[in-house]
């Protein structure tokens, strides 16, 4: 056999050899690009914006039930994901802003912040008192009952807390029955509203994801499920 042979032979196995490894190394690279996708959406969540649903009526009419939601994390809290461990960063949420937060075991909230650390909050007549006056709030709807009393109702904001209220106030959950929320529950605040379809609640209940897929399927079908004027309406 001629060196020449030889040479042809070697050059055919490192084809074979080569040919071979393409497969696996395509499939490497697939692995590895989607390592990294998930790498960013993971960041992205724990650090910048969010997407949520809302499930409830507390907040409406300036949030229906249905509406999907871009949340921003940005100088609000950072998360390592799938644990308990956040902290809290530079940014403090301004009086009538509406705000995300967590409780210790329960679903996250969505509320609107009436109270700042250290002022003296009155719930009266129906109606906020801040600091000795009356707060405007054109957002309320199903106003508060003037004759009604709550748990927390006559106080100062403590440190570092914030005292927050429902908009639809007769249907709304809030600091008036549990007390306050404190910095480091801060989750972020919505931007926008992405998406809004109308369905029946238990689609936007955590882990209800048969309904939810449902709810999608059936907004498909009959456009008229979408709520299109609420699309893109920011904060």
Not at 153 to 166: L, R
Not at 172 to 196: A, C
């Amino acid at each position: 056999m001629t060196q020449a042979d030889v040479m042809e032979r070697e050059e055919k196995a490192a084809a074979r050899t080569e040919a071979k490894a393409k497969p696996q190394n395509k499939v490497v690279r697939e692995i590895v690009s989607w390592v990294w996708v998930i790498a960013a959406f993971l960041f992205i969540q724990s650090t910048l914006v969010q997407a949520r649903v809302i499930p409830s009526g507390s907040m409406e009419e300036t949030l229906m039930i249905g509406d999907h939601l871009i949340v921003s994390r940005i100088g609000y809290d950072v998360e390592i994901p799938f644990t308990q461990y956040h902290w809290p960063m530079w940014r403090s949420p301004q009086r009538q802003q509406v705000v995300v937060f967590r409780r210790p075991g329960q679903p996250d909230f969505i509320k609107r912040v009436i109270g700042l650390p250290g002022d003296k909050i009155d719930i009266r007549q129906g109606a906020v008192w801040v600091n000795g006056k009356i707060l405007s709030e054109p957002y309320v709807t199903n106003v508060m009952d003037p004759d009604e009393r709550y748990p927390y109702q006559n106080f100062t904001v403590p440190p570092n807390s914030y005292f927050v209220m429902g908009d639809n106030r007769r249907n709304s959950f809030d600091s008036r029955y549990w007390g306050f929320v404190k910095r480091e529950e801060l989750i972020g605040t919505p931007v926008i509203i992405y998406m809004s379809v109308e369905a029946d609640n238990d689609a936007w209940q955590p882990g209800h994801l048969g309904d939810r897929f449902l709810a999608y399927a059936n907004a498909l079908l009959r456009p008229r499920l979408v709520r299109w004027k609420r699309l893109f309406v920011t904060f």
